[in-house]
């Protein structure tokens, strides 16, 4: 059997001329493929009528995108440690266990192309238990430009295109297809492979193998920003009350601004860190009657964080900085009646999600190095809760959530992703207004001028975000 070690670039286009035919006709069925790659295509008989068409087989992972009886497209969700699909092919939204949906299927057969005519995808070669999450990682740093720079232009468009796509955005399929025109030419008679009958047309073989975007300004593009690390910082309406901040704050000084603080009537309602340093919000309105902190060299210093347990005192923040100390705000007069935390090298949804059933809700979070380290507590007030963990900041998926009546409630990031918890609150505020804002230095003149709207910071973190 001949074959080809790289497809050319016409054969590619009507590759993907068919392709889209056929994704196009299964999702005006409501279906989704859900694993979209260069196996599962295959070429109809040699010497009949379908020896030019390209069929596409196996839909062992077909979902709905479309619910049939009502029409809607299914609702917006992440479970981050459910992954559906082949790690090479499978989309970013997919690895981070996203609700499939037709831009997943777009995005997948863009690495298939891609695969088809250069021979080998960047992400190819990792090993070990974190395979998905350092492919994940690895397709978020490569720029289409990266990806594409020895393929034909329209396949740069055509894969530019598909990772921004939003979730239920309906694809031009025509517009897609049309991408590819300039590459075919006139007599597109071209078979990309020699088969005995139906013939894989990746098959492994050869050489083959081989925000401040919610602050009105212009919506930016899922995928195309530019990674950074920035100040996220929350705020939410709230009665007129008095809050303080402070960062830069070294050890040594930590001490003085808790008790000037204390002695004006606030508590510390959140902390946080950048650079080894502390930043620091105390105000009027936490609730809570008494307030104790210890600065630890240990992320979670467990003799400490257990004997305050005792005393009926609940983590109530808690910050890590990059060389691993910690600071840990343990308070009286909370709501919570129990706690537990766990820290991990990954982000722990597995054990999340296994605390929820158990009517734990996550109630403070933070970050030291690539360590994270989550607090959740029964009696936390929600009625549901979920996570949005993305190696870029997901605005979209916050979006979506904030639509579904969730508010931020905590936040924290690590230099390769930033992981955010949604809430519903048992108790309603009269005013849900929240916003968010990404800056690059701490966002001391933002915090007045929310203030002047009375909107009070509820959850600051330092990390991996997009600008
Ligand atoms: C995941 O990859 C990192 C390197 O990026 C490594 O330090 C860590 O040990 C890996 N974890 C597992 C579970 O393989
Ligand atoms: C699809 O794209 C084409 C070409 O850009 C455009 O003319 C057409 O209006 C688009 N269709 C829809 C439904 O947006
Ligand atoms: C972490 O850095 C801070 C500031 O440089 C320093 O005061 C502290 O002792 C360091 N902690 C550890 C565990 O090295």
């Given amino acids: 059997m001949e074959f080809q070690n790289r497809m050319s670039s016409e054969m590619v286009a009507c590759i993907a001329v068919e392709a889209l035919s056929i994704l196009e006709r299964m999702h005006a069925r409501g279906y989704v493929h859900g694993d979209v790659k260069p196996e599962n295509f295959l070429l109809g008989q040699p010497s009949t009528a379908q020896e ?32 559906r699909g082949t790690v090479r092919y499978a989309s970013v939204h997919a690895h981070l266990g996203r609700t499939a949906s037709r831009r997943d299927d777009l995005e997948s057969l863009a690495y298939t192309l891609i695969f088809l005519h250069r021979g080998r995808l960047p992400w190819q070669g990792y090993q070990g238990d974190n395979k998905s999450f350092l492919v994940c990682k690895k397709k978020m740093a490569t720029s289409p430009e990266m990806l594409c720079c020895f393929c034909p232009s329209p396949l740069k468009q055509f894969l530019e295109i598909v990772v921004n796509m939003k979730f239920d955005e309906e694809p031009n399929y025509s517009k897609l297809i049309s991408l590819f025109d300039s590459l075919i030419g006139p007599n597109p008679a071209v078979r990309p492979i020699n088969t005995d009958g139906a013939q894989k047309v990746g098959q492994k073989r050869g050489r083959l193998n081989v925000e401040e975007d919610d602050d009105g300004q212009p919506k930016k593009k899922v995928r195309l920003g530019v990674p950074a690390t920035q100040w996220i910082s929350i705020y939410n309406a709230r009665l007129p009350m008095k809050q303080r901040y402070h960062y830069n704050v070294a050890d040594a000084r930590l001490p003085q601004h808790v008790e000037r603080g204390m002695a004006d009537g606030l508590l510390i309602s959140c902390v946080a860190s950048c650079s080894n340093l502390w930043a620091l919000i105390m105000d009027a309105g936490t609730g809570f009657s008494n307030q104790v902190y210890e600065l630890s060299p240990i992320f979670f210093h467990k003799e400490w964080i257990m004997e305050h347990w005792e005393k009926n005192y609940y983590i109530s923040s808690v910050a890590g900085a990059t060389n691993g100390s910690s600071l840990v705000v343990m308070s009286k007069g909370t709501q919570y009646t129990q706690q537990s935390y766990k820290v991990s090298e990954s982000f722990p949804f597995k054990w999340i999600n296994k605390k929820w059933k158990e009517g734990f809700h996550v109630t403070s979070m933070a970050t030291a190095g690539t360590r994270w380290g989550v607090v959740m507590s029964r009696n936390a007030g929600f009625s549901d809760q979920v996570v949005e963990l993305d190696f870029l900041y997901p605005s979209e998926g916050i979006h979506r959530r904030w639509d579904n009546g969730y508010r931020i409630t905590a936040t924290a990031a690590t230099w390769d992703q930033a992981a955010l918890i949604l809430s519903i609150p048992r108790r309603r505020p009269g005013d849900e207004t929240q916003e968010t804002l990404r800056t690059s230095q701490f966002p001391s003149t933002h915090v007045k001028e929310k203030w002047a709207k009375n909107l009070y910071l509820s959850c600051l973190c330092y990390g991996r975000t997009v600008a």
């Fill in 52 to 83: 030019k068409k390209l069929f596409l087989v196996d839909l062992g992972l077909a979902t709905k995108w479309r619910d049939g009886a009502s029409g809607h497209h299914v609702e917006y969700d992440q479970h981050p440690d459910m992954f």
